[in-house]
Nanobody, 126 residues
Framework: QLVESGGGLVQPGGSLRLSCTASGFILDDYAVGWLRQAAGKEREGVSCISPSDVSTYYADSVKGRFSISRDKAKNTVYLQMNSLKSEDTAVYYC?????????????????????WGQGTQVTVPS
């Protein structure tokens, strides 16, 4: 089970940190990532990290602003979001899968997820 937290309402230019904590399995064995879906738009892979942190993926729209990291001791993956824009408004979902890569987890439309969270809303007003 994956549980997300950290979403909320933030002004443009502000920051949020999303957390994704796993229970029942060791998150470090999985590729973990954040997908988002805005109203009326397709799902987008935002950022993903491979098992054991070998590689990461960032969508072009968030490069330089978002950073993904893992705390093995807490069995948690974080998404630090800085310089937030109104177009970042969406429901953010944490997903995990293995075996796969960060790229596939975020980009592949045929990727099957082993687990995903309930989603957390991020709202950045225009």
């Amino acid at each position: 089970q994956l549980v997300e937290s950290g979403g909320g309402l933030v002004q443009p230019g502000g920051s949020l940190r999303l957390s994704c904590t796993a229970s029942g399995f060791i998150l470090d064995d999985y590729a973990v990532g954040w997908l988002r879906q805005a109203a009326g738009k397709e799902r987008e892979g935002v950022s993903c990290i491979s098992p054991s942190d070998v590689s990461t993926y960032y969508a072009d729209s968030v490069k330089g602003r978002f950073s993904i990291s893992r705390d093995k001791a807490k069995n948690t993956v974080y998404l630090q979001m800085n310089s937030l824009k109104s177009e970042d408004t969406a429901v953010y979902y944490c997903v995990a899968a293995a075996p796969t890569s960060a790229l596939n987890l975020c980009v592949s439309r045929t990727q099957v997820f082993d687990s995903w969270g309930q989603g957390t809303q991020v709202t950045v007003p225009s």
